[in-house]
Structures are given as structure tokens and as C-alpha cells.
């Protein structure tokens, strides 16, 4: 038997609001996560297009975590939207016109060390930092967005906060 | 309780538990370790949330969300206002509307012929009350009107002055509203404007065309029940029934002029009348249906309009197919563009994106092309042969006549020379890199060194602006190896510095010199012994320094 989740749409008013409410901190996560802004909004649109398709019991109950999963998924997974071309197409790509997103860019000079040594750890421990320093999730809804338990949430922000510590003292003499 | 970074990190989070973190803070007052350690987990967590914020402007939000699907394009914002764009190109807007080239024109149309100047919104229309208003003479926008009422439209409408009769005092005012101000034209541009205009009506005609081809979308089509194609038969078979059918329904919609002129129905004609007739102000009321049954005389009854068959859809066969659309109908079908409707991207759910590159005709186009340009390459290309030197014939060559001469003494080849061995030289660096923005005007002001635990070596040379210089910007550095054991450090725009600096017994570096007089002209050259070979890595940092490192 194959098993097909039912294409049931929740409700958009709930979801245009959670997505209103919280897309400039999913931009700036995505940002920082993959360390360019354009690619950042194609991950982001690309999240919130699977987590269009969510089923509502899912966002009541996981509230931001769930857009939060939904896009560090599609960070790791390079999901796009709308899908990058591949061959020569990509050539002939249409670029965005209509979204403009606008970085502080003293800050973004200012922390430069910071994004350098963020940039050398691995995917996990920098979306785990990222997710607790920069946004501000708890550890529970951490483990919802990253999938995994609280406790491995605890290591692996401990694991994290070492090794960004010893790389940032090394690069900043 | 032992000392445990995982703590610490939950600790910092606000994650532990009331008992635990009890126990902390008791561990924290004798060990200055984890006092230290929390700190640092206090700095980094600081450094983190400070990164810059990416904001999004709120119509970069709707459409963004608009683009993903949550809300549609016309949905306002929850909590927001209607989405304005922030700005419009000038060419979005119709080229017909003002100067610039729009879309479908690559070029600014030419200004509007001026026309008769706009009269002043009439006065208030005042009727008598005495006097029931006729509503079969009152014009109507859009309809068609007979030949002698188009003249009474055409002549020049009378001032409001003119128009007010004196016995039109006592009359009522109508409240109507004004239409809103018709823009002014701007004036008609001197010269030539034959071509223009030709230009134009091509253009026009050729975006048209156009706008009419899109209609041809291919992306949506019938594949099961009533309206679809059969899937034995080809294309051309396909478009040959399509147009079969048109034929057959425009067929079906002729009705005869006999059929219309006895259903349709016309108003009276004013009676003529001795006096000449003032033209009335023109009532501007919302344009009325041309056939207002309640309104009018009862119309006879209509005849029965004689249905004509349907015609036989032909069905084109192998030896009828050129002679019902031409001989030519291959090719206008080939040389009729298809253009394919705008769709929205779709993401496959629980994979990664991919899409077919062959789907895109650009991709043919592109390889049509590049193969063209291989072509045109392979059929231009030019043998090259080598040019003979000096060297091997110096009489042949200074003296062509000379060549035929046969020479009787044997080519001998040159004798074997001996290979220089390498020696270190600032100007032969292997194992180069290369940085810096082409900044001058820099001193190095001092150097520093130390020895790293596993055998490394770094050196940092710290570089400060000159008097009178910016400083913004890297000076260009060169850093590589003359001999395994010499390395060469290569300013440009840089004064070297009074000292190399004191350099601690180490087991890399075993002497620091600068080259004087530098060896390149401009360049400042500094030279450093090592005990063995090692490894090199370079960088730049804020300061500027140049850090140098040798592993190895």
C-alpha cells in the first residue's frame, strides 16, 4: 500500500500571520546559515513553501518552530523556490525584482570575525547557535526545528559554543 | 559536582533545573576555572546575537508570500496596508501614454497631433419642470447613431452663457457630478513624420500579432472527455480539426441582415421642426443599454431565423491534407512562434528540486548558436607554422640568395651546456602567494613572532599609514621560496621597518634580514633563513597585519 499524506492545506490566516510575524527573523537565520542573502530568500521561500502544505494540527502546536524546521530543511537540503535552473538555463534565470531585503551594514562589517568563524563550523552546531543566540529558542522548540531530542540539542550547543570559541580566538590575534 | 562544559552552556541558557543549578553556583564560588569558562560562553553568546538583522520591507513580504502561495497577490497583509510597490518603471507603464519606449516598442512614439481645446465643465443641466424630458434624444456613449446626428455631435457646443435661455431661470438645477479633468495633451513635435508614423503602425501591428499568439497556450489541455484531441492523431491533424471546428461555429453564428433588421429596433426620428433647432447641452448620464425593451414599442414578433446545417467536418487524410491548407502550411506552422504561458514553478514535496534543462527552448537556441560559432571557428581556423630562428640558419636568414647554396661541411649539433644550478634569488619564488589591493603608502612599523606548540612558526608584521597617507586598503605582498630554506617577503608601496624586530630561538626561523639595497627596484624585500623546509600560509588582517605561518 502506498501511503500518501493527505494534501490538506491549513488555514492561511494563521499561517500568513506566523509568517508575517517571524520572516524577518527566518531571513536573518537564513542569512547567517548559508552566509548569503539571495540564497537565503530562495531557502526561505522554499521552507514556507513546505510549510504551506503543512497540516494545521502542526502549526497550532509547534507554532515558530515549524517555520523554523521548515527552513533549516530546506537550507540543508538545497530546496529552493522557485527551483534554481541547472545546465545552461540557469544562464537565461529570471533574477528577483520585487524583494528587496536590506541589511544593517555597519553590522554586517563589524562582525566580520564573527560570520568568519561561524562559516567554519559544521551545519548542525552553527544552525544551533544561531537558532538559540540569534533568534532566541528555547531548547524545546530547538529540538522541533533541528529534529532532534533536547538533551542532543544541550550537546550540541555546548559542542558549538567550544568550538566557535577556540576558532574565534584564533582568527582574532 | 565536577566541572562540565554541557553545564556551564545549559546553565548560561536557563535550561537547568532548579536543584542543579543550585549546585553550580556552589561549584562556581571555589573553582575559578568554570567562573572563567562561563565568561567566555557569556562573550561568544554576545557575539552571536549581535550578528546584523536582514529586514524586510512589507511589500518585499507580500510578495514573497505571495510568490510562495500563502496569500494571494490581491490579499492585504495581516495587520498591514495594501502593498505598494516601491517604485514603477517608466516603460511599464503603456508606451501610448507618454514618451518612453515601452515593451513592444523599442522606441518613444511620437507626441499626439493637439487637439481642440477642452471646453469648461457646462453649468448644471436646468430642465423645466413643465417640460418632460425626452430621453430619446439624449445621446448615448458608444452606441451608433445615424449619419445626421454624428453632424449635430460634431459641431462646436455652445458656451454655457450661450446656451441658458432666459426662461431658464426659474428652472431646477440636477446634481451631477463633474467627470474628472481630461489631461492636456502636449504639443505636436515639427519635422518629418511620414516615417514615424510608418514606423508605428508596424510596430503596433507587430506587438499585436503578438499579444494575439499568447493566447496559444499549449500548457493547458483537454486530454480526456468532451473537447480532446485524439491520441492517433499528429500535430498538424490536430490543428487542421481545431480550425475545422472554428469554421463550423463561425457558420453556425451567421444570422442574415434580414433576421437583424427585424429584431433590432431604432429610435424615431425628432420631427422636423421650423424653427432652427438650439443644440442642446449634452447630458452626461451613465451610457444606457442600446435595447431597453421596457422603454420602447413592442417589437413584432421575431421570425424564426432558419438554423443552417452544421457543415461536415472534414477529415483531413494523407492526400487531402495540402490541398485543404496549402502547400505552404508546414512551414507557416513551423514559423509561427509559440509562446508558453507564464506557470508557477512547481517543488517536488520530500526531494530535491530538480527540473528538466531540456524543457527550456532557450537551451536550443543557446546550442543552435555555440554550434554555429564551432562551425564557423573549425572552417576559419588557420594553420600556424613556426618561425625560424635566427639561430639555427643565421646566413639563410640574412641572406636569402645564400639559401640555395649546398653547404659542404656537416651540421654539427650544438655543444651540451651546462645546467646553471638554482640559486636563491628573489626574482625565481616557488610555492608564491600573493595578496593585498594594491594599497600604498604603509610602514611597517614592528614584527612579532612566535613559536606555536607542534612545531609552528607564525610572524605578524604590523603595518601603519604613513603621514599624509588614506590607509584604507592592503598594500600588495608577495611571500614565497627561493630555496627550501629561504623564504622572501615582497612589499610594494611599503617602508621597511628599523628593526626585523627580536626574533626568539626557535626551531623554523634562524635569521630576519632586509635586503638592502633592495634587489628589485621600488620593492622592499625581507629575507628569512630556515633551519628545514616548511610550509607556508599568509593572511591579512585589520590593521593592517600580514600574519605569516610555517608549518612543517
Known amino acids: ?173 | 559536582m565536577r566541572c562540565s562544559l554541557l553545564i556551564l552552556s545549559t546553565s548560561l541558557d536557563g535550561e537547568l533545573t532548579q536543584s542543579r543549578a543550585a549546585e553550580l553556583e556552589a561549584h562556581l564560588v571555589g573553582c575559578t576555572r568554570c567562573h572563567a569558562g562561563l565568561g567566555y560562553l557569556h562573550e561568544e553568546s554576545e557575539r552571536i546575537s549581535g550578528l546584523a538583522r536582514v529586514y524586510i520591507p512589507d511589500y518585499s513580504v507580500h510578495a514573497l508570500m505571495a510568490q510562495v502561495g500563502i496569500i494571494d497577490e490581491d490579499t492585504r497583509l495581516p495587520g498591514t496596508m495594501p502593498p505598494t510597490p516601491p517604485r514603477v518603471h517608466p516603460s511599464a507603464t503603456e508606451p501610448w501614454f507618454g514618451h518612453d519606449a515601452g515593451k513592444a516598442l523599442p522606441w518613444a512614439p511620437p507626441p499626439r497631433r493637439p487637439e481642440a481645446p477642452i471646453p469648461e465643465p457646462r453649468a448644471p443641466i436646468e430642465t423645466s419642470p413643465s417640460e418632460p424630458v425626452d430621453d430619446t434624444h439624449v445621446e448615448i456613449a458608444g452606441t451608433a447613431v445615424e449619419p445626421a446626428q454624428r453632424v449635430i455631435e460634431d459641431q462646436p457646443i455652445p458656451a454655457p452663457d450661450e446656451a441658458q435661455t432666459p426662461e431658464d431661470e426659474d428652472s431646477f438645477d440636477i446634481d451631477i457630478s463633474q467627470p474628472p479633468p481630461i489631461p492636456q495633451q502636449l504639443p505636436q513635435e515639427a519635422g518629418p513624420r511620414f516615417i514615424k508614423r510608418i514606423r508605428d503602425a508596424i510596430a503596433v501591428r507587430w506587438a499585436l500579432t503578438r499579444g494575439v499568439q499568447t493566447d496559444d497556450d499549449d500548457s493547458v489541455e483537454i486530454v480526456s472527455g468532451s473537447g480532446a484531441g485524439e491520441w492517433t492523431e499528429s500535430a498538424r491533424q490536430r490543428v487542421q480539426r481545431e480550425r475545422a471546428a472554428q469554421r463550423a461555429m463561425s457558420a453556425t453564428s451567421h444570422i442574415d441582415e434580414a433576421t437583424v433588421a427585424a429584431v433590432s429596433w431604432a429610435p424615431p426620428a425628432p420631427a422636423p421642426s421650423a424653427q432652427p433647432e438650439t443644440p442642446r447641452p449634452e447630458m452626461p448620464t451613465q451610457p444606457r443599454p442600446l435595447l431597453d425593451w421596457e422603454d420602447q414599442p413592442p417589437a413584432p414578433a421575431p421570425a424564426p431565423v432558419p438554423r443552417p446545417s452544421p457543415p461536415r467536418t472534414e477529415t483531413p487524410g494523407r492526400h487531402t491534407r495540402i490541398v485543404s491548407t496549402g502547400s505552404n502550411f508546414s512551414v507557416r506552422s513551423w514559423l509561427k512562434p509559440r509562446v508558453r504561458a507564464p506557470s508557477r514553478p512547481h517543488l517536488p514535496l520530500g526531494q530535491a528540486a530538480a527540473t528538466s534543462p531540456l524543457a527550456d527552448p532557450r537551451i536550443w537556441v543557446f546550442a543552435g548558436g555555440a554550434f554555429l560559432l564551432l562551425v564557423i571557428g573549425v572552417l576559419t581556423g588557420k594553420h600556424t607554422t613556426a618561425i625560424p630562428s635566427l639561430a639555427q640558419n643565421p646566413v639563410a636568414s640574412a641572406h636569402p640568395s645564400a639559401r640555395a647554396v649546398p653547404s659542404s661541411a656537416p651540421v654539427l649539433p650544438p655543444p651540451p651546456v651546462a645546467t646553471p644550478v638554482p640559486t636563491a634569488s628573489p626574482l625565481q619564488l616557488t610555492g608564491t602567494q600573493t595578496l593585498g589591493s594594491g594599497a600604498r603608502g604603509f610602514a611597517v612599523t614592528g614584527m612579532r613572532y612566535a613559536q606555536h606548540a607542534g612545531g609552528d612558526f607564525r610572524m605578524v608584521f604590523d603595518m601603519a599609514p604613513v603621514s599624509g597617507a588614506t590607509g584604507t586598503g592592503l598594500p600588495n605582498m608577495v611571500a614565497g621560496f627561493g630555496n627550501p630554506t629561504t623564504l622572501y617577503v615582497i612589499f610594494v608601496g611599503v617602508t621597511p621597518g628599523a628593526d626585523t624586530g627580536h626574533l626568539p630561538p626557535s626551531v623554523n626561523v634562524t635569521n630576519v634580514q632586509v635586503l638592502q639595497p633592495s634587489p628589485i627596484a621600488g620593492h622592499v624585500v625581507y629575507e628569512f633563513s630556515l633551519s628545514h623546509p616548511a610550509k607556508l600560509s599568509s593572511s591579512y588582517y585589520a590593521g593592517p597585519r600580514l600574519v605569516l605561518d610555517l608549518t612543517g
Open chain 1, 1 to 173: 500500500m502506498i501511503n500518501v499524506a493527505a494534501h490538506v492545506l491549513p488555514e492561511s490566516g494563521e499561517l500568513a500571520g506566523l509568517v508575517r510575524e517571524h520572516l524577518t527573523e527566518l531571513v536573518t537565520y537564513a542569512t547567517h546559515l548559508v552566509g548569503d542573502a539571495d540564497d537565503a530568500l530562495d531557502y526561505v521561500s522554499g521552507g514556507l513553501y513546505h510549510a504551506n502544505r503543512y497540516p494545521p494540527a502542526r502549526l497550532q502546536v509547534d507554532g515558530r518552530a515549524a517555520l523554523y524546521r521548515a527552513v533549516t530543511r530546506a537550507c540543508r537540503q538545497d530546496q529552493r523556490y522557485p527551483p534554481r535552473q541547472h545546465g545552461i538555463s540557469r544562464f537565461f534565470a529570471r533574477s528577483r525584482s520585487n524583494i528587496h531585503p536590506e541589511i544593517d551594514a555597519a553590522a554586517a562589517s563589524r562582525t566580520n570575525t564573527v560570520k568568519r568563524a561561524l562559516a567554519t563550523l559544521s551545519f548542525d552546531r552553527r544552525a544551533a547557535l544561531l537558532l538559540r543566540d540569534l533568534v532566541g529558542l528555547d531548547y524545546r522548540e530547538m529540538s522541533r526545528a533541528l529534529e532532534c531530542s533536547p538533551d542532543a540539542v544541550a550537546r550540541l550547543i555546548a559542542a558549538a559554543r567550544r568550538e566557535f570559541g577556540t576558532i574565534f580566538r584564533e582568527i582574532a590575534i
